[in-house]
């Protein structure tokens, strides 16, 4: 079972992978992704996976079989466990609990040699619909406190297959990333008794100078304080704390920001690594006047060095006007 | 002059460094540190460093020349200018100010062909002596709130230049990071009336089974909720809250410590790119019985990805105990 286990200091939480626990000569080289070999996710190859716990197929096929479109399944390499209990206990000074949770990999489409921007708006809603409907499964064990969705893409951004797909982990504890921000989110609130992140998307609508499309639904911009060069953020126009709770008909939307978006980064800088992360509401409150969901897209040009880890501060080369004018400016290609 | 922006809600501070913009195309390609091409930091070349800040030098040389041991320049291309005020102000729901800050560069040793831990134990205390000194010159700017001094050691670790060497960025503000790991301290001292750290210290020294080394002022363990594989912490056994502060006698044994614990993650690892990062308390705190500075190394074997973006929660393949214990069994070739 692996351990969580939290620093005593600064109250960040460890997933220690006690099952695949590694010498030290296992890092000496970087793992090679082969190109060309043997898929897990292809079509065809279903039976290598664990059983999918979500697809959507044609009529006629069958679980675990051909004929789907996005196939979720259960991470065969896990970093915490669905099986058993918390177990929270101390250790001296220290506190650690059993790492129960779940880890799902969202297997975009069948067809290996597509990106997620390669695919159709139609496609990438159903994307988005399978994050949804895993969301809603999941939050009924309330063991559960928070799930998060990402995306590595390329393996600069930490993706260790080719065959494009996102991934979610629900946890037991909600993360301090998101406790941040939340707590950031509330004390404006409280000052001002309005959302944040309303009032940054009406004040980027209305400026424009980093604003980088939009459509009735949803605002794409360049964030004014950007970690990282080309950092994107995509926000709901109208207020609402989670991303499952979304209405039905905003999906379609959510769907043509993100692919525009992410053909967009594609041509500006070539097909660079990328992470995205779902920003959305602790499953444990049911709603909130001052948490905004959103999606915030990374691309993975620069490193992290020691300043950036040790201060929390990022230094980030490219102004985030500059950025979105780029990206406005590639508005004839989508 | 860079500009310092504030995420309204994290509160996260980002340099936009303005001065060096970059467009897209300046991303597509790693840049390459020339092996063996022109290194500015050698001796020999000092008149291709802004002029020098401090060195230890051959009584009989001059500023600027040869016959320096270690030697603090100014980064040639800084991230914050030394020049100004902060002037803070508003953009409508944002904050930013002036990028005012001090960005130097300590050249460990003249001879490019050393990394730190092949110097003596007497050369490495006194780059920690030039730490030091540097810290005690910068902190009577009171536009300065908090001095961040660490390494990047190699290019994955974020490393631009092979010439070994660490940095310090003097900031005007105290960044989330320490605020994050003060507050911690402070909670912890708040309820037990005892320092979180000399808690740690004593529970590792009991235990053992985390503990790397240890001489008569500091310990070197694997901290018991690691980010990272081999991640490895130096601190002092007697409570202290300021680096620079340290009494005179206790440097030789910090770089004995330091150089000793380097050189077996050198082994254990094979060269491993590494950051270090010292932690300590702010310039505008006198002292604290709660906070309790040391060093925090992490070698980087393993990649950020979505997952620790966006929860701040780790997942780390090697459990601290088989890390301690494996660089315990390399002390015979200390």
Not at 53 to 71: I, Q
Not at 196 to 207: G, K, T
Request: glycine share 6%.
């Amino acid at each position: 079972m692996p351990e969580l286990r939290k620093d005593p200091v600064i109250g960040r939480w460890v997933i220690i992978a006690t099952e695949r626990a590694k010498r030290p000569d296992e890092f000496k080289h970087d793992k090679i992704v082969p190109k060309g070999g043997f898929c897990p996710f292809c079509s065809g190859n279903e039976d290598k996976t664990p059983p999918e716990v979500l697809a959507y197929r044609t009529p006629e096929s069958h679980a675990n079989g051909k004929g789907w479109r996005v196939r979720v399944v259960p991470n065969k390499f896990p970093a915490l466990m669905i099986e058993g209990g918390l177990n929270r206990e101390g250790d001296g000074v220290y506190d650690k609990m059993n790492g129960v949770g779940a880890h799902e990999v969202i297997v975009e489409t069948p067809d290996h040699s597509k990106s997620l921007c390669d695919l159709t708006a139609k496609e990438v809603e159903e994307v988005l619909w399978a994050f949804r409907d895993r969301i809603l499964d999941l939050r009924k064990d309330t063991r559960f406190k928070y799930i998060l969705l990402f995306k590595n893409h390329g393996a600069a951004a930490g993706a260790s297959l080719e065959h494009t797909h996102s991934q979610l982990i629900a946890l037991p504890v909600v993360p301090r990333t998101v406790h941040s921000e939340m707590y950031g989110a509330r004390e404006y609130y409280n000052f001002k008794e309005r959302c944040v992140f309303c009032d940054v998307v009406r004040q980027e609508l209305e400026a424009g100078k980093r604003l980088i499309l939009e459509n009735a639904d949803f605002a794409v911009i360049s964030p004014y304080a950007p970690r990282f060069p080309f950092e994107t953020w995509i926000l709901p126009k109208v207020h609402d704390a989670h991303f499952e709770d979304c209405k039905t008909n905003e999906y379609a939307n959510l769907a043509a920001a993100l692919r525009t978006t992410l053909r967009r980064l594609n041509i500006a800088l070539n097909n660079p690594p990328y992470n995205f992360i779902l920003h959305t509401l602790p499953l444990t409150e049911k709603s909130s006047p001052y948490y905004h969901w959103h999606i915030e897209i990374m691309p993975i040009l620069t490193r992290v060095a020691g300043f950036e880890w040790g201060s929390g501060f990022y230094i980030n080369p490219t102004p985030p006007e500059d950025a979105a004018e780029f990206l406005r400016g590639l508005a004839s290609e989508d």
